[in-house]
């Protein structure tokens, strides 16, 4: 499936996606105060448990471009930016219990984005292929006292990613004009979720925030392109998972 397909059937406004998970936790709150029996009480027992995810990235690239460029008034680029596409992720979890409030996580992942860099207000749009990465974040994860069947709890940690069917960045419109990136990425990320204790399972909605700190443009190796007069070039992704363990 398309990323452009994925991005006309999902895109909302921010303001839509926070009235969303606002009447969403209104309902889960609800659905919760109205429980009265308490499910899998002796969950924590269990130090090691696994599970499974699915999830929906929001991402594009943070561009900083070379100081020579803002100065260069003879530039033929004189706008570098990357829009928001969607992105899906998808995977397994193994949670390893430290004590009452601490565990250790493990979350191999498979995701799939195409980003894009639009340069001279769209005039050439540089759009990837569907890129396939492996990503594994390691986190350390701090929860609260289990009140009745709910727990909130935040992470925080390193995601580190490798693309596994390396294709460049390609201009649409010119065949065999492909530019350079660098095919692996380490993130700073961190968010908060929810635990909901049903008779059978858990389900964990949760929003993570993942920030780049490896730069992925190599401005001589594309001299004279636009990627050249990038000076630094990350990633930064929002996604909404929702785990089952």
Same mark, same amino acid.
């Given at each position: 499936m398309q990323a452009t397909y994925l991005w006309n059937m999902f895109h909302l406004s921010?303001? @839509?996606?926070?009235?969303t998970?606002?009447?969403?936790?209104?309902?889960?709150?609800?659905?919760?105060?109205?429980? @009265?029996q308490k499910f899998q009480a002796d969950y924590d027992a269990k130090k090691t448990r696994f599970g499974y995810f699915l999830g929906i990235a929001r991402t594009n690239y943070n561009v900083r471009v070379a100081p020579y460029f803002l100065q260069?008034?003879?530039?033929?680029?004189?706008?570098?930016? !990357?829009?928001?596409?969607?992105?899906? @992720?998808?995977?397994?979890v193994m949670n390893i219990q430290i004590n009452?409030?601490?565990?250790?996580?493990?979350?191999?992942?498979?995701?799939?984005?195409?980003?894009?860099?639009?340069?001279?207000?769209?005039?050439?749009?540089? @759009?990837?292929?569907?890129k396939a990465w492996f990503e594994l974040p390691l986190m350390l994860k701090y929860k609260?006292?289990?009140?009745?069947?709910?727990?909130?709890?935040?992470?925080?940690?390193?995601?580190?990613?490798f693309e596994t069917n390396a294709i460049n960045l390609a201009k649409?419109?010119?065949?065999?004009? !492909?530019?350079?990136?660098?095919?692996?990425?380490?993130?700073?990320?961190?968010?908060?979720?929810?635990?909901?204790?049903?008779q059978y399972f858990k389900l964990a909605p949760e929003l993570h925030f993942s920030h780049g700190i490896r730069?992925?443009? !190599?401005?001589?190796?594309?001299?004279?392109?636009?990627?050249?007069v990038i000076d630094k070039l990350?990633?930064?992704?929002?996604?909404?998972?929702l785990f089952f363990e």
């Open positions: 921010g303001k @839509k996606i926070k009235l998970l606002i009447i969403c936790l209104i309902f889960i709150l609800k659905i919760n105060a109205q429980t @009265k260069n008034s003879n530039s033929e680029y004189f706008s570098i930016v !990357s829009p928001i596409t969607l992105g899906l @992720k998808m995977g397994g009452d409030h601490f565990d250790f996580r493990i979350l191999p992942t498979v995701a799939i984005y195409s980003r894009e860099l639009s340069v001279n207000n769209d005039s050439l749009h540089y @759009k990837q292929n569907d609260s006292i289990r009140r009745g069947n709910m727990r909130m709890y935040m992470f925080g940690g390193m995601r580190f990613g649409k419109n010119k065949i065999g004009d !492909s530019y350079e990136l660098k095919h692996n990425d380490v993130n700073l990320e961190y968010g908060a979720g929810l635990e909901l204790f049903r730069n992925l443009v !190599s401005p001589y190796l594309n001299t004279g392109t636009p990627l050249g990350n990633t930064h992704t929002v996604t909404v998972y």
